[in-house]
């Protein structure tokens, strides 16, 4: 019989491997994708805007009933079904041309994103607090090396076609699902009452409803970097450059934040709201028209990035009960992702409007970040402290 400690290190050595796998065709895809709308199929910035945008408004849409659901469910189930699901999406992405098609494939990747974030992020919220933080660090860092790694993948199969970047990341994903079945004996804290049981509790925590409503706006900030850059008028080249410089800063913060218990500190989501303010103030001033400048914005937008994704996290992790995790991701992420999807929206039509347009967008960007900055308030004004107090009474409720 294994110890909870091998369980734990099986479950971490699966997660990355996964975490590997399907980060790595994501980006060799996604990347280059606004690219391939705009250059190969010719469709406006309105529309892209709108493809993009339907991934993230079904993704994060159905992550509210499908969070709880994972709960309720088995995680190395859900898991399977979101890999294979986004590896029909990526599949059908690179095979049609029609506005039809192509939002077929958003809502396939949307599904298979909504099912798979609560089922990976709760088995590593499931396990003990100190593996929890490091196999989170690792996690993320596979993803930021799977991230420099998959443009670059992406950018040399796209001299074939996109339609073999896409087939390459749906084989990815395939071979993702076949390692997520490898965890057969994941021990789960059963619960009590199904879905709606689930959200109510989450609803009721006046908590993680102030933390969900001021981490909001990261979804938005954090997707719209690879959206902006290619629409500005950056070449394939220059947008790979700057994804991958990204992912090697933010990849480089992780282990920083994953010591100490510095992910759960306000300050640190705070810092991270400023630097993605920071960077679309400087694409706004027309960094970008300069290498030295696109990169400088890459640097911040990985600072960010490095800040952001941990935070919220180990804030989560922090909040929810055991039982509950993929809920509270649930509910969180449905809020986010209607932010996310309206300004997704937005963004796409100010960028029609020309370079006065794009400035705005820009602009308003920064305006956001910097006013969900300022809204964090101070550990002993917000509560902070009462959080572990919550979890655990929550968590006594569902034994």
Same mark, same amino acid.
């Given at each position: 019989?294994?110890?909870?400690?091998?369980?734990?290190?099986?479950?971490?050595?699966?997660?990355?491997?996964?975490?590997?796998?399907?980060?790595?065709?994501?980006?060799?895809?996604?990347?280059?994708?606004?690219?391939?709308?705009?250059?190969?199929?010719?469709? !406006?910035?309105?529309?892209?805007?709108?493809?993009?945008?339907?991934?993230?408004?079904?993704?994060?849409?159905?992550?509210?009933?499908?969070?709880?659901?994972?709960?309720?469910?088995?995680?190395?189930?859900?898991?399977?079904?979101?890999?294979?699901?986004?590896?029909?999406?990526?599949?059908?992405?690179?095979?049609?041309?029609?506005?039809?098609?192509?939002?077929?494939?958003?809502?396939?990747?949307?599904?298979?994103?909504?099912?798979?974030?609560?089922?990976?992020?709760?088995?590593?919220?499931?396990?003990? +607090?100190?593996?929890?933080?490091?196999?989170?660090?690792?996690?993320?860092?596979?993803?930021?090396?799977?991230?420099?790694?998959?443009?670059?993948?992406?950018?040399?199969?796209?001299?074939?076609?996109?339609?073999?970047?896409?087939?390459?990341?749906?084989?990815?994903?395939?071979?993702?699902?076949?390692?997520?079945?490898?965890?057969?004996?994941?021990?789960?804290?059963?619960?009590? *009452?199904?879905?709606?049981?689930?959200?109510?509790?989450?609803?009721?925590?006046?908590?993680?409803?102030?933390?969900?409503?001021?981490?909001?706006?990261?979804?938005?900030?954090?997707?719209? !970097?690879?959206?902006?850059?290619?629409?500005?008028?950056?070449?394939?080249?220059?947008?790979?450059?700057?994804?991958?410089?990204?992912?090697?800063?933010?990849?480089?913060?992780?282990?920083?934040?994953?010591?100490?218990?510095?992910?759960?500190?306000?300050?640190?989501?705070?810092?991270?709201?400023?630097?993605?303010?920071?960077?679309?103030?400087?694409?706004?001033?027309?960094?970008?028209?300069?290498?030295?400048?696109?990169?400088?914005?890459?640097?911040?937008?990985?600072?960010?990035?490095?800040?952001?994704?941990?935070?919220?996290?180990?804030?989560?992790?922090?909040?929810?009960?055991?039982?509950?995790?993929?809920?509270?991701?649930?509910?969180?992420?449905?809020?986010?992702?209607?932010?996310?999807?309206?300004?997704?929206?937005?963004? *796409?039509?100010?960028?029609?409007?020309?370079?006065?347009?794009?400035?705005?967008?820009?602009?308003?960007?920064?305006?956001?970040?910097?006013?969900?900055?300022?809204?964090?308030?101070?550990?002993?004004?917000?509560?902070?402290?009462?959080?572990?107090?919550?979890?655990?009474?929550?968590?006594? +409720?569902?034994?």
């Amino acid at each position: 019989m294994s110890t909870p400690g091998h369980g734990d290190r099986h479950t971490v050595v699966v997660a990355v491997a996964v975490q590997a796998a399907i980060s790595l065709g994501y980006f060799a895809a996604m990347t280059h994708l606004v690219v391939h709308l705009k250059e190969n199929l010719g469709l !406006a910035a309105g529309l892209i805007g709108l493809v993009l945008a339907l991934r993230n408004l079904v993704q994060h849409t159905l992550s509210l009933p499908v969070g709880a659901l994972v709960d309720v469910l088995n995680p190395v189930r859900a898991g399977i079904l979101a890999c294979l699901l986004r590896a029909a999406g990526f599949a059908l992405l690179g095979s049609v041309s029609s506005p039809s098609g192509l939002s077929a494939a958003a809502v396939l990747l949307g599904t298979g994103g909504a099912l798979f974030h609560p089922a990976a992020q709760s088995l590593l919220a499931g396990l003990a +607090e100190r593996r929890r933080a490091r196999g989170y660090a690792a996690y993320t860092m596979t993803l930021q090396a799977a991230a420099v790694l998959g443009p670059a993948l992406g950018l040399a199969l796209l001299n074939i076609g996109y339609w073999l970047v896409a087939l390459t990341a749906a084989g990815l994903w395939a071979c993702a699902a076949f390692l997520f079945s490898l965890l057969r004996h994941v021990p789960r804290v059963p619960t009590r *009452g199904g879905v709606v049981t689930g959200v109510r509790t989450a609803l009721r925590n006046r908590i993680f409803l102030w933390f969900a409503a001021v981490s909001m706006p990261t979804m938005l900030l954090t997707d719209q !970097a690879s959206v902006v850059v290619p629409l500005g008028g950056a070449d394939p080249g220059a947008v790979t450059v700057f994804s991958c410089v990204l992912a090697m800063v933010s990849a480089a913060v992780q282990p920083w934040c994953a010591a100490a218990g510095r992910a759960e500190r306000p300050s640190t989501l705070r810092a991270g709201l400023l630097f993605a303010g920071g960077a679309y103030l400087l694409l706004a001033a027309g960094a970008a028209a300069r290498p030295s400048g696109l990169i400088a914005v890459a640097v911040m937008h990985g600072l960010a990035d490095g800040l952001l994704q941990p935070a919220v996290f180990q804030t989560l992790a922090r909040l929810a009960p055991p039982a509950r995790y993929g809920t509270y991701l649930g509910v969180r992420t449905f809020f986010s992702g209607l932010l996310a999807f309206a300004g997704g929206l937005a963004v *796409g039509r100010l960028y029609e409007w020309g370079p006065r347009g794009a400035t705005a967008a820009l602009t308003a960007l920064a305006l956001i970040a910097c006013a969900a900055a300022a809204a964090i308030r101070r550990p002993s004004r917000q509560g902070m402290p009462a959080v572990t107090t919550v979890a655990k009474q929550e968590s006594t +409720e569902h034994k």
